[in-house]
């Protein structure tokens, strides 16, 4: 919920202000690295208002850390401004939780809402106010590293996750002892660098960044985001911490975001290599102008804006304004009443928070595939665990673990062994001494454990060093001598079973094809390993869901569900033909001669141990007005032998429209739990502004007309009907 305005803080906050001289007002903008002697001293002399990073991981006492460099700013400083303290803290502090993409494959906010809490509790046990997090950006090029930390390719999802974790970081209260702000970014478009390259150019018509990439952010203000962070990227020609349109006119205007926007590390400063300021000064001119609040560590507001605003050339009401949104956080925060903290042992590794890990980590676990090995709960004498990644805890944390550490994590091979302890007996090769290795010499140990089990558990995958910033593939398949393992281990004639462990959405068609059953398990977090031998072992049922396509093949990039149609949309019977096969006339099509056009497992995808019926679709109304609400319902039957949770998803197309509209748009989604034979009616309201769209004039525009409908367990599948929208 976006926070009232109150009026006593106001009032405090402006009778501050008018104490303030512009140096000090300048200081609040001022975000510097790290706990240094040096920035202790400007903190002393209200030159910096926020710190980054303050203490390193293995710092013996952070509280004291914390409150030193409070004392500097509330003692010290003329007007005893408290500092804002920000860490990134992405998916968990000690306790650390799937990466973001893996939880959006929970489709479960409630889940993910308690995660983001745990990791607030912790970290602000610390001392930390503020975490960079969530990451809405929409991604639909795996290529790009950073896909690892949002909510997958889907607005409707990434939304409801984002606002999820803004509510988890920020809990009931801003002020209370254990919340965080939250900061939504990175404003804006960043996850849609060309060719899947970090900090590349991107290019977004307006409509569809409103449509498409606005949406999560939205819902994270909506969620009472305090903060944003303005992005690296370079918007339309336009460089996202330079842009007025998104900034000052979109967020601050139009949405009323009356929290701080600060600059990710360096952004105003790069605005220069970008080749949109030629200099320091024209970059602190331009980005506060356009609305970025904070800096954080480059110079360019500290070195420049004490002369621009002498010489007028930076108007006093653009620091004001900044200034007033910095301290309405602090003072939201309660860092003005409460600036100090007491130690809390025992938060860190709390056995709740353990639990929660546990529950998420299997709740993202995404079943591709199962020939009926799955759950391994009988028969099994001997369970051989393969591959680099089935005793990694450190790869197993994923990318952004900035506070989590390796010794903490119990590895698949652990959670294996005790699970199974008297049962079954678990045989352990690696095979390659790590993920990108291309040393074979392991192969001989490994097939040999292969040949002396009933079956095998095959951990394939990513490090955690090939996801995240700056860390971007160009190839989607099994990095180093991985499938060449798979092969290897396959020949042996057991049953195996893939556990793939990825920041990022993987092509893995041969996989597919050499195992028995795949498990998609993402970076999936300290209690990963006993989330997985929940599910292996049948403790559990698989309840994840895709968030992204999975390609086939890293040619068919970007490659997600809501596409448009095109004029030759291709026909689903066209599988690819080999190249240099002639076209017959009928084939021109939008498609690709040598490989598929649709993905290996659409958006949405995943199965349980159970299986579902989807019957009796029923709408409450052939036609709607524009006031009014849809209600659709579906009958769902567990028809399997298993309690298990089923993702029911509600699709839209809007036919015919002024502007061609998506072939689907996911609008809502339900977790539904039922038992074996059980049945239930599952019912979704859809109102008619989730019809909308941005028109040509940027506002949103709900077209009467036919809309088509479906409920069913994925992007690529449902019962469908269609309804119309009336004048
Ligand atoms: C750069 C990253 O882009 C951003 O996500 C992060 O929060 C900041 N660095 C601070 O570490």
């Not at 209260?173 to 390259?197: F, M």
């Not at 108007?315 to 956080?329: G, S």
């Not at 059980?678 to 769209?693: C, D, G, M, N, T």
Request: charged residues 25%; glycine residues 10%.
């Amino acid at each position: 919920m976006r926070p009232r305005r109150s009026r006593k803080l106001e009032a405090r906050l402006e009778a501050l202000l008018a104490q303030m001289t512009l140096a000090e007002k300048l200081g609040q903008l001022n975000q510097a690295h790290g706990g240094t002697p040096e920035n202790k001293a400007l903190v002393g002399q209200g030159r910096v208002g926020s710190l980054i990073n303050l203490c390193p991981t293995d710092c013996p006492d952070p509280v004291a850390v914390y409150n030193s460099f409070q004392e500097a700013a509330v003692k010290g400083s003329r007007l005893g401004i408290p500092l804002i303290i920000g860490r990134d803290v992405i998916h968990g502090f000690r306790t650390m939780f799937p990466i973001p993409l893996g939880q959006a494959a929970s489709f479960d906010p409630d889940l993910v809402c308690q995660a983001a809490r745990v990791a607030a509790t912790e970290a602000a046990s610390w001392g930390i106010n503020w975490t960079f997090a969530p990451m809405v950006d929409i991604a639909r090029d795996p290529r790009w590293g950073r896909s690892a930390e949002g909510g997958g390719e889907d607005p409707v999802l990434a939304s409801r996750m984002g606002a999820a974790m803004v509510r988890g970081f920020q809990g009931d209260d801003l002020g209370a002892p254990d919340s965080l702000a939250a900061c939504a970014k990175h404003y804006v478009g960043y996850g849609a660098a060309e060719g899947g390259r970090d900090y590349n150019t991107t290019l977004i018509p307006e409509g569809y960044l409103r449509d498409v990439y606005l949406p999560p952010f939205r819902a994270c203000v909506e969620a009472g985001a305090a903060t944003l962070m303005s992005a690296f990227n370079d918007l339309n020609g336009v460089p996202a911490s330079g842009n007025e349109l998104t900034l000052r006119r979109i967020l601050k205007k139009e949405w009323g975001f009356d929290g701080f926007v600060v600059s990710d590390w360096a952004s105003i400063d790069e605005m220069i290599s970008h080749g949109y300021c030629a200099n320091r000064r024209e970059a602190a001119r331009a980005a506060l102008r356009a609305g970025v609040d904070m800096e954080m560590v480059s110079p360019c507001y500290a070195e420049h804006l004490p002369d621009l605003v002498a010489r007028g050339e930076v108007p006093l009401d653009w620091v004001d304004d900044a200034v007033r949104r910095i301290l309405r956080i602090k003072f939201r925060l309660g860092l003005f009443d409460r600036p100090f903290i007491e130690p809390r042992p025992g938060v860190l590794l709390n056995p709740a928070h353990l639990a929660t890990a546990r529950r998420l980590a299997a709740a993202c676990c995404v079943l591709l595939k199962n020939d009926g090995v799955l759950p391994l709960d009988c028969g099994v004498r001997k369970l051989a665990a393969i591959g680099p990644l089935a005793d990694a805890p450190a790869e197993q944390m994923g990318c952004w673990t900035v506070d989590g550490l390796a010794r903490d994590v119990v590895t698949p091979l652990a959670a294996l062994r005790e699970a199974l302890a008297g049962r079954a007996e678990v045989t352990y090769a690696p095979g390659l001494p790590g993920a990108r290795s291309t040393d074979t010499a392991g192969f001989a140990e490994a097939v040999a454990a292969a040949r002396g089990a009933d079956a095998v558990a095959l951990f394939l995958g990513e490090d955690a060093g090939m996801s995240g910033e700056a860390h971007c593939r160009a190839f989607l398949d099994l990095p180093g001598a991985q499938a060449g393992l798979l092969e290897a281990v396959a020949a042996a004639g057991r049953p195996v079973v893939v556990v793939v462990m990825a920041g990022r959405a993987l092509a893995l068609p041969d996989v597919l094809a050499k195992s028995s059953a795949v498990l998609y398990a993402w970076h999936p977090g300290t209690m990963g390993g006993p989330a997985l031998a929940d599910l292996l072992l049948g403790a559990e049922s698989p309840s994840g869901r895709l968030p992204v396509c999975l390609p086939r093949h890293v040619g068919q990039i970007p490659l997600y569900y809501a596409k448009r149609n095109t004029g030759r949309p291709a026909r689903d019977e066209e599988r690819g033909a080999p190249a240099g096969t002639p076209l017959d006339p009928k084939d021109f099509t939008s498609r690709y001669m040598d490989v598929e056009h649709t993905p290996l497992f659409p958006f949405g995808f995943g199965l349980t141990y159970s299986s579902f019926e989807y019957k009796e679709l029923q709408l409450s109304s052939p036609a709607i007005g524009r006031d009014d609400a849809l209600t659709a319902s579906i009958r769902l039957t567990n028809t399997g032998r298993r309690e298990a949770v089923e993702v029911v998803q509600l699709y839209v197309r809007d036919v015919a429209a002024s502007l061609t509209r998506p072939v689907r748009e996911l609008k809502d989604f339900q977790r539904v739990r039922l038992g074996p034979g059980e049945s239930r009616r599952v019912e979704f309201v859809l109102r008619s502004s989730q019809l909308a769209f941005h028109g040509p004039d940027m506002k949103l525009r709900v077209e009467a007309g036919e809309f088509r409908l479906w409920i069913g367990p994925d992007a690529a599948r449902g019962d469908s009907a269609t309804f119309a929208l009336t004048d």
